[in-house]
Antibody
Framework: EVQLVESGGGLVQPGGSLRLSCAAS????????MSWVRQAPGKGLEWVSA????????YYADSVKGRFTISRDNSKNTLYLQMNSLRAEDTAVYYC???????????????WGQGTLVTVSS | EIVLTQSPGTLSLSPGERATLSCRAS???????LAWYQQKPGQAPRLLIY???SRATGIPDRFSGSGSGTDFTLTISRLEPEDFAVYYC?????????FGQGTKLEIK
């Protein structure tokens, strides 16, 4: 059974940093591209970033480019999102999501985690 | 970027009825690369349909997708109590992938 479990969310001040983690199990992690998708309170879904199965290729939404860094440790079956220079508009539930492909800039997501809440506020 | 507009915003129906949800794109979606997701309160989205019309693994056949170009439809043939949720469409044919704003399907 595919499982994706996010952690690392919390309250952070504007301009601060946070690192999210997503522990994956139930599939060969290194064979699949992964992504982060966020959902602001009461709002719809917004794609944030994606990474290939090897970790060698990354993609970012314009809204986070230069501030967020996606990475993965295939030996630990874990996906990360380093978030710097956080803004109030980054407040959202952040979901880890799996692509059914090894490399994908855009594709659909076949599995999602339960999400972790990031709140940016002073 | 492609903007997806879902309608209606809220759909009020009773169990056993048929639900028709619309997703309209601001420009043609390449190769019908459109997906539908279901999200219940406090839960992660669940993939229902990909490629506009292909059901994901384990999805009941009362869910069906159709459409091409700029107009897509999700149909639930006979609503079950567990189907009342928010539904999102997503296009993945053009970068960046984008989502619609959602249709809330509520019990009448």
């Amino acid at each position: 059974e595919v499982q994706l479990v996010e952690s690392g969310g919390g309250l952070v001040q504007p301009g601060g940093s946070l690192r999210l983690s997503c522990a994956a199990s139930g599939f060969t992690f290194s064979s699949y591209a992964m992504s982060w998708v966020r959902q602001a309170p009461g709002k719809g879904l917004e794609w944030v970033s994606a990474i290939s199965g090897s970790g060698g290729t990354t993609y970012y939404a314009d809204s986070v480019k230069g501030r967020f860094t996606i990475s993965r440790d295939n030996s630990k079956n874990t996906l990360y999102l380093q978030m710097n220079s956080l803004r109030a508009e980054d407040t959202a539930v952040y979901y880890c999501a799996k692509y059914p492909l090894t490399v994908a800039a855009t594709w659909y997501f076949d599995y999602w985690g339960q999400g972790t809440l990031v709140t940016v506020s002073s | 970027e492609i903007v997806l507009t879902q309608s209606p915003g809220t759909l009020s129906l009773s169990p056993g009825e048929r639900a028709t949800l619309s997703c309209r794109a601001s420009q043609s979606v390449s190769s019908s690369f459109l997906a539908w997701y279901q999200q219940k309160p406090g839960q992660a989205p669940r993939l229902l349909i990909y490629g506009a019309a292909s059901r994901a693994t384990g999805i009941p056949d009362r869910f069906s997708g159709s459409g091409s170009g700029t107009d897509f439809t999700l149909t639930i043939s006979r609503l079950e109590p567990e189907d009342f949720a928010v539904y999102y469409c997503q296009q993945y044919g053009n970068s960046p992938q984008t989502f619609g704003q959602g249709t809330k399907l509520e019990i009448k």
